[in-house]
């Protein structure tokens, strides 16, 4: 099945700093690659989300790129603000044979931490 | 428009209980899925349901069970509760289709305590 590596587990960055979590996965037929934030004792929140068929996706201040013969995919956050700290976690799945796609396989999480 | 809601919030069972954990999806999602968050293994994807029908399945033991109704409701159920079981229990509902990706919106969770 697959399986997505996660780095580095946690991040300390610098307020207006950027920050960069990097993911691997093993599954070559994997084509959907979303994010979820999940701030402490909350739910995990989906911010952004990649498909197979193009190289970078942003969304103001955050930004996503997918290599897909590396079999690796990205989070750039930008001007990074203490909203940010929280847990970051990546996830990947295929598309399901008949409907839709398989389960989401995630990654360990990173915990980011911007120093005012 | 409501999001997913999980009841109840917090849970303590004795090792040997069974519980019953209830999820009710975002209007017009179909497929439910369950996970066990813990601080070592991360988020485990436990199944997933779709009108009524267990689409997927993760690596738990058959201790652990699901279903769902067909108002889309989904509850997942726990027998014989070992102290290992204590975790945060995420659902994750989406408005799953053929040319939809997997876009999953989780619920606040139902943090359950075994001792």
């Known amino acids: 099945g697959e399986n997505v590596e996660q780095h580095p587990s946690t991040l300390s960055v610098q307020e207006g700093d950027s920050a960069v979590i990097k993911c691997t996965y093993s599954?070559?037929?994997?084509?959907?690659f979303p994010w979820y934030k999940q701030e402490l004792g909350k739910r995990p929140q989906l911010i952004i989300d990649?498909?197979?068929?193009?190289g970078e996706k942003k969304d103001q201040r955050i930004a996503v790129t997918l290599n897909k013969t590396a079999k690796h995919f990205s989070l750039h956050i930008t001007e990074t603000q203490p909203e940010d700290s929280a847990v970051y976690f990546c996830?990947?799945?295929?598309?399901?044979?008949?409907?839709?796609?398989?389960?989401?396989?995630f990654g360990t999480g990173t915990r980011l931490t911007i120093i005012p | 428009k409501a999001g997913v809601t999980q009841t109840p919030r917090y849970l303590i069972k004795t090792r040997g209980q069974q519980v019953t954990l209830s999820c009710s999806p975002i209007?017009?999602?179909?497929?439910v899925s369950w996970y066990q968050q813990t601080p070592g293994q991360g988020l485990q994807f436990l199944f997933e349901?779709?009108?009524?029908?267990?689409?997927n399945k993760g690596n738990f033991p058959g201790r652990f069970s699901g279903r769902q109704f067909s108002n889309s409701r989904s509850e997942m159920n726990v027998s014989t509760l070992e102290l290992g079981d204590s975790a945060l229990y995420l659902c994750?509902?989406?408005?799953?289709?053929?040319?939809?990706?997997?876009?999953?919106?989780f619920g606040p969770g139902t943090r359950l305590t075994v001792t």
């Open positions: 994750a509902s989406s408005r799953l289709s053929p040319t939809t990706y997997y876009e999953q919106y």
């Open positions: 990649i498909r197979s068929n193009v």
């Open positions: 209007s017009g999602h179909r497929s």
């Open positions: 996830a990947a799945s295929r598309k399901g044979s008949n409907f839709g796609n398989e389960k989401l396989t």
């Open positions: 599954d070559s037929a994997s084509n959907y």
């Open positions: 349901y779709f009108s009524e029908t267990q689409r």
